[in-house]
């Protein structure tokens, strides 16, 4: 699908694998991390590595957000009972990240580091090639001292061998100069040959040949996984923080890992009063903004999309999830809607639509019960069959529903509903 | 003529698909038809997972037609030279290769990429390479495109009925470009209702890293003369627009140009969400949607404030340039017709079998195209009509030559070889000529007169693979295989057989080179040092020599003579030789009157399990 983040933890548990081969012999990384978790304790963590009752520990939240410290989220230098009180106090706790509020799950332990110097180290891909950036300012005001940060350009044909890290390098003292550079270059081929798209150290520090990564932040590019799963082993591609996956949008997303084509649902507001269900990647984003900018941003149940030509079959399961949905909460004044799509160039949309109405003669009783109002919009192959067999469906169901092709504007049939959303602005 | 930089695709453009796509295929040939092409825009296609080389049948307009299909991209480029179209429908695992392939060949320009998913490292690599080879890509993650009035990539487009209301069929005089696939058509449609239509539309494709950028198809625009003005649907996400509105402000985009950059719902999502586009997430706020459309309004490209209205947008920019007389009125073009809307089920259905040798429908019946009436009266012989129903043509005179010669050598080759003797064993049972002859050629194979496709495989291999005739001899050996056409029961170097010496004495008279011959017979003076019967024997001898005479008619590729060899071609020469002779030993039988045969019990060894192993089988048991 894209770059997606992954947990602190898998990035410095796969790294640990590979660093030795990768340096060719110049550094390790012991990759002393364990994940605590409503399932896994600390205490079970401390049967199978002596080290979280003998070192003194650092403990955060890896659920891919940052600034955990500003977010008094962070225990540094604490024995095993701090860390383990601290756990029990925070595990399953809700917080506010940003704008986001979300439940704390997922805890990061690792030996605590004390550092003289805090390095930062950052690879990110662009078109043509990935940038290396490297400061020996780094640290949580990295963003403030951007401006020490030096940047090189490896072009994306290049080897790393063959590109001079000197520029970047000129913080460093002469007699260090080589072991970064090392460094570097290993980390790098980690970078690139496991597929990321970005990876940023930051702090780091490294003591006679072995790497101390403090914070870590990598987006894993998951198309990869063909080639990588050996090497990535068991990743795991969280949600976002605050997005924890509702069961609805978890079975959609297994039905799209097993089907050839696209389908795609978030809940964005179970309270809504506008849903919608949308044929195209691009045509379901214009339908969203659609909606946005007539003002009903706050009313917009769902995000999603099916595309690709899904069979009748997938096609029912994804408007029996949608309506299941939509039907569990009364609202007053009831709800719209919108199942729309451009001109499809190969998906049939008589076949889509049987679907569809499979799904509609389910939940008709449910659909009148709540007041729901259905909009249609689409054109492609066998339009005109589908548009005639959902119209012929409305009426035999007796659903209030109004059909349109092609000859109307794509996104008209937005400003339709919302015009019948009852108590509409 | 060549074609200016800026297109890629015009009425003459062919493309070789990738990947076994009827419908995809039959979709560019309808709509190539539309438009009036005059031969189809699928040059050929690949197949390469099937393996299966051949014909795909479709139609184009009324017309049956049968499009050449390959197994390697290789053989398909090299054999269509003049299609520098390569729709790439491989599978995102092996896109990545098919595209590298495709982009190192000097012939092609385009490599259209279909499949979703591909990692986008490799994405940046194809990148790398088709800027330097000076090169086009378009996806991947799309479904492409169409241009030109008469050239579609795949699916684009959609169903004729689409087609044929946005009018796609004939140039209007707008450039459209999208990231979205899925919007192609749809726009299309609301540029044909509000203009006088898309003159070409790409679709980029949703990644975050595109094979060629929204810009880059906008140059291409600002450079055609036949656009007067372009239409762009960016995305929330990555820095593309901005390049847009670069290439405004420094004047290298002069012509109207309206845009919408979707995606401005996401200010109202409450923590990411990733659309179905990969390339679709904004970080930061210069990559948001509302970000995008302001700046390019601000440079001064026509933005609607919702996408709502972008329809009266295209509108007005398109009646001004009327106004302005930029625009002329063009006079409508009325598309050819195809008889029924294309659809695959019925398609498949329509004939279930394909014959492109003859046809007895009309008032005569042809051979290969020749009526019957001008084979007999043009005198043609019966190697001329051997050749017709095998080769699909009339070869030169010195190849029927050798085939009648060959049919006349391996007619017979006296009762006591299998075919004869199974076919007189089955006559002496009292059973029909057509019987007995059937099971006389069904002894025919690899140890009875099918050596002649071996012998021209090992031997074309060896010397292709540039082998010396010691290397080759000690390579089969290695490999424990006899080789074929080497060898004989009976004759041997002193004893030679005459058929051999025939055959031989007719190539060197009729043959200006025969390279696989001479190399057979430095093989055969390496086998008889050996052995004495290791002899170069008649049915290598007619298979190495039939190698050498379509290497001289010219007219033969090496994939080819490789396909005709591997389809048994050669051992029908032997099949149709040596049923002349059987059929003269059924025949023989029954004027003979000869009664059931019963073999002499005193030819058989009879060696059954002894008493006492009987004995020990049964106590055992």
């Not at chain 1, 507001?269 to 809504?272: A, D, F, I, S, T």
């Not at chain 2, 996400?237 to 593309?240: E, H, I, K, R």
């Given at each position: 699908m894209a770059q997606r983040g992954i947990r602190e933890y898998d990035a410095k548990r796969i790294l640990a694998k590979h660093m030795r081969r990768l340096s060719k012999g110049t550094f390790k990384y012991r990759g002393r991390v364990v994940l605590v978790t409503p399932d896994t304790s600390i205490e079970a963590a401390a049967k199978r590595k002596h080290w979280v009752k003998t070192e003194k520990l650092t403990v955060k939240p890896?659920?891919?957000?940052?600034?955990r410290g500003k977010h008094g989220l962070l225990l540094v230098n604490a024995t095993y009972d701090e860390a383990k009180s601290w756990l029990e106090e925070k595990m399953n706790s809700i917080v506010e990240v940003g704008k986001v509020h979300g439940k704390l799950t997922h805890f990061l332990v690792q030996p605590y580091v004390e550092l003289d110097k805090e390095y930062y180290l950052a690879f990110a891909g662009h078109q043509d090639g990935d940038y290396i950036h490297f400061s020996a300012e780094g640290g949580v005001d990295i963003e403030a001292n951007w401006d020490m940060v030096t940047t090189v350009n490896v072009p994306i044909d290049a080897k790393i061998e063959d590109v001079d890290l000197t520029p970047i390098l000129d913080s460093v003292s002469n007699d260090e100069m080589d072991a970064f550079r090392d460094l570097i270059t290993a980390l790098f081929r980690f970078y690139r040959k496991l597929q990321f798209g970005f990876l940023e150290f930051n702090p780091f520090t490294h003591k006679n040949g072995e790497f101390f990564p403090v914070d870590t932040v990598a987006r894993l590019d998951d198309t990869a996984h063909f080639l990588c799963h050996e090497d990535w082993k068991d990743v795991e591609f969280p949600a976002p923080f605050g997005r924890e996956l509702r069961p609805e949008e978890q079975y959609i997303e297994e039905l799209d890992e097993k089907s050839g084509s696209s389908l795609k649902l978030t809940v964005l507001?179970?309270?809504?009063r506008v849903w919608t269900m949308v044929a195209g990647g691009g045509a379901s984003v214009i339908y969203a903004d659609t909606v946005v900018d007539l003002g009903f941003g706050d009313e917009l149940a769902t995000y999603g999309e099916y595309s690709g030509n899904p069979t009748t079959e997938e096609t029912y399961d994804y408007a029996k999830t949608l309506l299941d949905l939509m039907t569990r909460e009364k609202v007053e004044g009831g709800k719209v809607l919108i199942i729309g799509g451009g001109i499809a160039n190969f998906t049939d949309v008589a076949m889509t639509f049987d679907g569809i109405i499979q799904a509609l003669d389910d939940y008709a009783e449910q659909i009148k019960k709540h007041d729901i109002k259905i909009f249609i919009r689409r054109g492609g192959p066998n339009y005109k069959a589908g548009l005639a067999k959902i119209r012929e469906a409305g009426k035999r169901l007796d659903l209030d529903m109004e059909v349109h092709g092609p000859d109307m504007h794509m996104t008209k049939v937005v400003s339709i509903a919302l015009k019948n959303l009852e108590g509409g602005r | 003529m060549v074609k200016p930089d800026y297109v890629l695709f015009d009425k003459d453009t062919t493309a070789i698909i990738f990947g076994n796509q009827q419908a995809a295929v039959q979709r560019m040939l309808h709509f190539g038809y539309l438009a009036g092409r005059e031969k189809p825009s699928v040059a050929a296609i690949v197949n390469p997972s099937g393996g299966r080389k051949g014909l795909m049948k479709v139609f184009y307009g009324k017309d049956e037609i049968l499009l050449p299909m390959y197994n390697k991209l290789g053989t398909a480029v090299k054999n269509h030279p003049d299609a520098d179209v390569v729709i790439n429908f491989a599978s995102f695992r092996s896109a990545y290769d098919v595209s590298v392939e495709a982009l190192n060949y000097p012939t092609i320009k385009t490599v259209a990429i279909i499949a979703e998913g591909i990692p986008e490292r490799q994405t940046r690599q194809l990148i790398a390479l088709r800027k330097k080879l000076g090169k086009w890509i378009i996806g991947p993650a799309t479904v492409g495109g169409f241009g030109g009035g008469g050239f579609k990539i795949g699916n684009a487009g959609g169903a004729l009925s689409n087609i044929l209301m946005s009018k796609l069929y004939r140039p209007g005089s707008v450039g459209f470009v999208s990231k979205s696939g899925g919007m192609l058509n749809e726009m299309a449609n609301m540029i044909a209702r509000n203009s006088d239509g898309v003159y070409e539309g790409i679709a980029i494709g949703g990644d975050k890293y595109p094979g060629s950028t929204l810009v880059e198809h906008l140059l291409r625009y600002e450079a055609n003369p036949e656009i007067k003005m372009m239409v762009v649907l960016g995305e929330v996400?990555?820095?593309?627009e901005y390049e847009i509105v670069d290439a405004i402000k420094d004047g290298q985009l002069k012509k109207p140009l309206v845009a919408w950059v979707t995606g401005t719902c996401a200010k109202v999502f409450p923590s990411e969400v990733q659309f179905g586009h990969a390339g679709a997430m904004a970080r930061g706020e210069a990559e948001t949607a509302d970000a995008k459309n302001a700046a390019l309004k601000e440079a001064g490209a026509y933005v609607p404030n919702s996408y709502d209205d972008l329809d009266k947008h295209i509108c007005k920019v398109y009646e001004d340039l009327k106004a302005k007389g930029i625009i002329e009125e063009k006079e409508e073009v009325t598309p050819r017709e195809i008889p029924v809307d294309y659809d695959p089920r019925t398609m498949r259905r329509s004939t279930n079998i394909i014959s492109t040798i003859s046809d007895h429908r009309g008032d005569e019946l042809l051979y290969a195209g020749i009526p019957i009436s001008e084979v007999i009266r043009d005198g043609y012989s019966v190697g001329d009509v051997i050749s017709l129903l095998w080769f699909k043509k009339r070869l030169p005179k010195y190849v029927t030559e050798f085939l009648e010669l060959a049919l006349m050598i391996t007619a017979d080759h006296g009762p006591c070889v299998s075919g004869a003797h199974n076919t007189i064993v089955t006559a002496m049972a009292g059973k029909d000529l057509t019987a007995s002859v059937a099971s006389g050629v069904l002894t025919i194979g690899p140890r009875f007169g099918g050596a002649i496709d071996g012998a021209a495989k090992y031997f074309k291999d060896a010397l292709e693979r540039g082998l010396t005739p010691r290397q080759f001899v000690d390579e089969m050996k290695a490999k424990n295989i006899n080789i074929p056409g080497i060898g004989h029961r009976v004759k041997s170097v002193h004893n030679p057989d005459m058929r051999v010496n025939l055959l031989e004495e007719w190539a060197f008279a009729n043959l200006p080179k025969h390279k696989l011959l001479d190399f057979a017979l430095e093989v055969e003076k390496i086998t008889t040092a050996k052995k004495n019967n290791l002899i170069f024997n008649v049915d290598g001898c007619v298979g190495i020599v039939f190698v050498d005479i379509m290497h001289s008619t010219g007219i033969y590729t090496e994939d080819e003579i490789d396909e005709i060899i591997d389809s048994g071609t050669l051992n029908g020469i032997f099949v149709l030789g040596r049923t002349i002779g059987m059929i003269g030993h059924y025949l023989d039988q029954k004027r003979l009157h000869s009664g059931l045969y019963r073999h002499p019990w005193d030819e058989v060894l009879y060696m059954l399990p002894s008493e006492t192993e009987v004995l020990e089988y049964r106590k055992a048991k």
């Open positions: 890896d659920q891919l957000f940052g600034k507001n179970p309270k809504g | 996400g990555g820095d593309d």
